[in-house]
């Protein structure tokens, strides 16, 4: 009886640590669509640019690898999306800091479709997610 209680309540804790993360990686696209001046939308659905396709997927996957470190040490569901919004807001912050100090070009560059921009955007991404999801820890 006690091993199906534990099973049934650690099936319960990653439903609602998954429903959470799901639920914030919704969140973080649009808001990181809606902090770019350019419609990423628009660029990778109808015009097919692979610049904004690859600055975009990295900004998630950067996203999610700080949301897994975020999980992976939380203490409590409360603990995972406290977490989880400092992650949210350091990917926000990392956009802004190459936008506006390293890179101040990169929203034309991608719109012009220029690989190399958008996987400058998607490496320093992937890099604040890392470094994120490895100080998120007791």
């Known amino acids: 009886m006690d091993q199906q209680y534990h099973l049934l309540s650690g099936i319960i804790n990653f439903l609602s640590y998954f ?18 001046p350019h419609n990423e939308w628009q660029l990778i659905k109808q015009e097919k640019n692979i610049a904004a396709a690859i600055a975009f ?3 998630i996957i950067g996203f999610a690898i700080a949301l897994s470190g975020a999980a992976s040490n939380s203490v409590s569901i409360v603990d995972f999306l406290t ?21 101040p ?10 690989a190399s921009a958008g996987t ?10 890392m470094l994120n999801a490895a100080c998120m820890s007791y």
């Open 120 to 129: 400058m955007l998607a490496a320093t991404n992937i890099s604040v997610g």
């Open 83 to 103: 977490w989880g919004l400092i992650a949210l807001g350091a990917q926000l912050l990392a956009f802004g800091v190459v936008r506006f100090i390293f890179m």
């Open 19 to 36: 429903g959470l993360g799901l639920i914030l990686i919704i969140i973080f696209k649009f808001l990181y669509a809606a902090i770019t």
């Open 57 to 59: 997927g990295g900004a």
């Open 105 to 114: 070009k990169i929203i034309q560059r991608i719109k012009n479709g220029e």
